[in-house]
């Protein structure tokens, strides 16, 4: 069972920003972020392909938030700048393994989660 583990978040202003990190327990897979605020449902927020490193992310955060990975590719950064209200929710980390470009803003696509951290951005 892969484990996945997040860290980070917390509370921060309009305007200001916020680091995230996921330690992954094995190698091999894309790794990704998604959010859920409350009453809403889960959304994809950044991923991080396993071959090639590729980074995609969603419209709403592209030009604030960076996805990144350590060299031993087992930690999954995401630093979020420029935060809004909006982007208040819990914070998942995912990992899956051979999710083809067209699947990787599914959540269905990753079969290991993290817990969650959660990120509060006062107005």
């Known amino acids: 069972q892969v484990q996945m583990v997040e860290s980070g978040g917390g509370l921060a202003q309009a305007g200001g920003s916020l680091g995230l990190s996921c330690r992954v327990s094995?190698?091999?897979?894309?790794l990704a972020w998604f959010r859920q605020a409350p009453g809403k449902e889960r959304e994809f927020v950044a991923a991080?392909?396993?071959?090639?490193?590729?980074?995609h992310y969603a419209d709403s955060v592209k030009g604030r938030f960076a996805i990144s990975r350590d060299s031993a590719k087992t930690t999954m950064f995401l630093q979020m700048n420029n935060l809004k209200p909006e982007y208040t929710a819990v914070y998942y980390c995912?990992?899956?393994?051979?999710?083809?470009?067209?699947?990787?803003?599914?959540?269905?696509?990753?079969?290991?989660w993290g817990h969650g951290t959660q990120v509060t951005v006062s107005s």
């Open positions: 995912a990992g899956g393994s051979s999710i083809i470009l067209s699947s990787i803003r599914f959540s269905h696509s990753y079969p290991y």
């Open positions: 094995d190698r091999g897979y894309t």
């Open positions: 991080i392909r396993w071959n090639g490193g590729s980074q």
